[in-house]
């Protein structure tokens, strides 16, 4: 059976990218699969999401598929604003009473780029797609469900507007008692004069108040339990500060709030277990624990790795693929296999002796290494989407020092002695047997793997 998240709207589409990155570094449970519902199912958040990196899409997303779906038919609903949705102008009786419950401001909205903060927009639209097709076929793999997480805020337009419709109909297919909710109030802050779509500080307010209301008093009768977390501006500390968004940047903004939403997913389950009259768990923060969510085991067992020791595992990494990848040594690398007179493998007698038990034709062996050169690229290239953002939370000095990352982070790449050291120490013994079938990305996925898991295996200094 497996665990399913379901996020709704921008902040639910943060906290995806949030679990995705937790997920890729095995800080997370790999059997969670995502639907994340927004209309606005094209911008630079929803690409992001559906594709984090270019090895990490499709089947290979960590939540096995990272593509945001309309809750209706977009194509047919939603091309163009709120009123075109329900009004015909060639009858005025629908034109008077669209008029009579929407302003002219809230019929302008372009639904198709989500609910911008109008919760009675978001409801409107999701009540008239709740019974269709479309998200029934999201819905209906549920009822064979383990566990069901739903995210999203309540003081936006198409979390708060759709949240509580959801869960009714998420309902009629889960009846398990493991459906747990994951709501955010405000965790960013507005331009004080609001920004050109007419969003306001004020507004976001209004719709908290509004959206609490609903989630005491229908939401929380039917979840099993709650995370309700937000970010009231007051306190400022190294990882608690507002989170400013800039108007017209529909982009990804990292939050701290974002990694503790996403221990939830962790925590709430086992809080059931303990308790299961409680329905709303919420956070406070203390000033003198801040790293609190790195010392954390997460996934596994109580002695199993902390999430800090996960990221310096991906660090370590990161930076040796970085260094057998870099222009500057690529000659080198290249060279056993591109006809150089001088050429020799000894700095990397392991791998090449796998490559040579994967890869018995020696004219095949270039092209086998640069597929292992590609693959390292990716696995670069994921490492940095999970160690960014962790540092984005965290600041440069917040996740910990090594003595051997700190060596290697010191050291230039082009041709260094301590990288090759560090690459044939962990290298060796590490041989795969003869396997004609195994591919360049393959074998990159294995020695990569080695080097990560060594690291996760030492102990904290």
Not at 97 to 123: N, Q, R
Request: with cysteine.
């Amino acid at each position: 059976m497996s665990n399913y998240l379901i996020t709704v709207g921008g902040t639910g589409q943060h906290f995806a990218l949030a679990v995705t990155r937790l997920v890729r570094m095995g800080a997370m449970p790999q059997d969670l699969k995502l639907i994340a519902l927004d209309s606005d199912d094209d911008g630079p958040l929803s690409k992001l999401l559906a594709q984090p990196t270019r090895s990490l899409a499709g089947t290979a997303h960590p939540l096995g598929d990272g593509v945001v779906k309309p809750p209706f038919n977009l194509v047919g609903q939603g091309e163009g604003s709120f009123a075109d949705m329900f009004v015909d102008g060639q009858h005025k009786d629908e034109s008077d009473l669209f008029d009579s419950l929407f302003t002219a401001e809230e019929g302008a909205i372009s639904i198709h780029t989500g609910m911008h903060a109008t919760p009675c927009v978001g409801a409107t639209v999701f009540a008239e797609g709740a019974n269709g097709p479309a998200l029934a076929g999201f819905l209906e793999p549920l009822a064979t469900a383990n566990r069901v997480f739903v995210c999203g805020s309540v003081a936006g337009g198409t979390g708060a507007g759709m949240l509580d419709k959801l869960i009714q109909s998420i309902r009629r297919y889960y009846t398990r008692d493991e459906l747990y909710g994951i709501f955010f109030l405000p965790w960013f802050e507005l331009p004080q004069q609001g920004t050109a779509k007419g969003v306001s500080p004020a507004i976001l307010e209004r719709n908290s108040n509004h959206g609490l209301k609903y989630f005491y008093e229908r939401t929380v009768p039917v979840i099993s339990a709650s995370l309700l977390l937000g970010y009231p501006g007051t306190q400022r500390t190294k990882v608690l500060q507002p989170v400013k968004v800039q108007d017209g940047n529909m982009g990804e903004y990292a939050s701290y709030l974002q990694l503790a939403a996403a221990h939830a997913l962790v925590t709430l389950p086992q809080a059931l277990t303990a308790n299961n009259k409680i329905k709303v768990y919420g956070l406070v923060h203390d000033d003198n624990r801040e790293g609190w969510l790195l010392d954390d085991v997460w996934a596994g067992t109580k002695e199993g790795p902390t999430l800090r020791r996960r990221i310096r595992a991906l660090r370590v990494q990161q930076n040796l693929l970085r260094f057998f990848t870099d222009e500057g040594n690529r000659p080198d690398v290249l060279a056993p296999y591109d006809g150089s007179i001088l050429g020799s493998p000894a700095r990397f007698q392991e791998l090449h002796d796998s490559i040579v038990a994967s890869c018995p034709e020696k004219p095949r062996r270039l092209g086998f290494m640069k597929e292992i050169l590609t693959r390292f690229e990716e696995l670069v290239d994921e490492a940095r989407l999970c160690i960014e953002w962790m540092r984005d939370i965290f600041g440069p000095d917040g996740l910990g020092t090594d003595p051997v990352l700190d060596k290697l982070e010191s050291t230039p790449l082009k041709r260094s002695p301590t990288h090759w050291r560090e690459l044939q120490s962990m290298w060796t013994g590490e041989k795969l047997p003869a396997e004609t079938t195994r591919t360049g990305g393959g074998v990159a996925d294995h020695y990569a793997r080695v080097l990560h898991d060594k690291v996760l295996s030492r102990r904290d200094p």
